[in-house]
């Protein structure tokens, strides 16, 4: 039902009981105000976290959050808006605000949350992810913290900055938000980092999006059924994934050292919705 209402500000109260009763998923957008380029809008992270969010709770079910555009970090380029400078191990905004949020979710009734960041410094990421490792323990509700991207590996996305992924996301997921004809010249264009966005297509955005959603689809249903047991499993993966990103950075003195061979994680997301998550903690010892 792809024009069933999903967002949680717009639900009256009656819609929302319905929602939690066929799906007690709450979907978290996160992103920031930054720029992505000549030819992008300079909300893109948060835009493109929620049309995905909204894309998946219309499929599958759940409730969409309004987006934060608010993060941790962001490129030096006009009118990108830094909440929390990076790089950081810690913060002092986004983490609060985070685990107040999941806390009052479960309390209006949500039984699982997916906290999905459109926007990707190294401290963003690990942020995000430790958040929702503290609260699933704390909360006693699965809590998934992670970048869109991450969903997409093995679909070759392995994250940009407005570069041919990031601008063709955008174009499949809200026309009219992405001006190629701004790009002129060659790369390297301003401020943006990945393949080169002249060649960016909405056709490309909508073969990644399918299968971020697709993967959230399948979480959003599965997530609010876990058991304990379950949920354990899936808390020890994702313990064990922010462990090797803190040490491999505090070790390299480097933020994004774990990142330096991201391809070793291309099975992710299909590891995640499978919920195959012995198989993420072998790929997390070997990386
Ligand atoms: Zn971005």
């Keep these: 039902m792809a024009d069933r209402a999903v967002q949680f500000e717009r639900l009256l109260p009656h819609q929302m009981e319905s929602a939690l009763a066929e799906c007690p998923t709450a979907f978290v957008p996160l992103g920031t105000l930054e720029w992505h380029g000549v030819q992008n809008a300079l909300g893109l992270d948060a835009i493109k976290a929620q049309a995905l969010c909204v894309r998946a709770a219309q499929r599958g079910g759940g409730v969409v959050l309004p987006p934060l555009f ?13 909440m929390e400078p990076e790089p950081t191990f810690h913060s002092r905004l986004l983490e609060p605000w985070l685990s107040v949020l999941c806390g009052e979710l479960k309390r209006v009734g949500f039984r699982a949350i997916i906290l999905l960041t459109g926007h990707y410094g190294a401290s ?22 992670t970048p869109e991207y991450w969903l997409a590996l093995d679909a070759g996305y392995l994250g940009d900055h ?24 060659d790369p390297p264009f301003q401020g943006i980092g990945g393949g080169d ?9 909508e073969r990644v999006s399918e299968v971020i959603v697709s993967r959230l689809v399948t979480l959003a249903r599965r997530m609010p059924q876990w058991d304990a047991a379950t949920r354990t499993r899936f808390l020890r993966a994702e313990q064990a994934l922010v462990s ?9 003195d480097n933020v994004w050292a774990a990142w330096a061979n991201i391809q070793h994680f291309a099975a992710y997301g299909e590891l995640l919705a499978a919920e195959r998550f012995e198989e993420i903690g072998e790929l997390v010892r070997t990386g």
């Design 162 to 185: 407005g570069g041919f992924f990031e601008t063709s996301l955008l174009m499949a997921l809200i026309p009219g938000l992405t001006d190629l004809s701004q790009l002129q010249g």
């Design 244 to 252: 090797h990103q803190l040490e491999a950075g505090g070790a390299a």
């Design 70 to 82: 608010g993060g941790v970090g962001g490129v030096d380029q006009p009118y990108t808006v830094v």
């Design 124 to 145: 963003q990421q690990m942020i995000v992810r430790e958040t929702a490792v503290r609260e699933t323990q704390r909360l006693a509700i699965p809590i998934l913290g």
């Design 197 to 205: 966005a002249r060649q960016a297509t909405a056709q490309e955005g």
